[in-house]
């Protein structure tokens, strides 16, 4: 089926960025709905924003702006840039693929935001 790998979390002060990988071994990679979720303590998993086969991205609503979604075929990798982040962008961050039936998740990284 496939394995997703996230990397790139950390502690970052407020204002600053980050940006999140995710290798994937899914095949055929662009043939896959890229996303990224979150979830903070308490909180149920949130959806950030996804990427198309066809390569269009699409964001929630509160995450315009900020954080911007990407992904390198050659590479098999989506990307999760986030900038001017903020202390409630704390959260546990989930790459996930998806094609047909087939819905996968990676064990996710976390992001803390704190000064």
């Known amino acids: 089926q496939g394995q997703l790998v996230e990397s790139g979390g950390g502690l970052v002060q407020p204002g600053g960025s980050l940006r999140l990988s995710c290798a994937a071994s899914?095949?055929?990679?662009?043939?896959?709905?890229l996303g990224w979720y979150r979830q903070a303590p308490g909180k149920e998993r949130e959806w950030i924003a996804s990427?198309?086969?066809?390569?269009?991205?699409e964001y929630a609503g509160s995450m315009k702006g900020r954080f911007t979604i990407s992904r390198d075929i050659t590479k098999t990798t989506v990307y999760l840039q986030m900038n001017n982040l903020k202390s409630e962008d704390t959260a546990v961050y989930y790459c996930?693929?998806?094609?047909?039936?087939?819905?996968?998740w990676g064990q996710g990284t976390q992001v803390a935001v704190s000064s």
């Open positions: 996930n693929a998806q094609r047909g039936e087939r819905n996968i």
């Open positions: 899914a095949r055929p990679f662009s043939l896959y709905a």
């Open positions: 990427i198309r086969p066809s390569g269009h991205p």
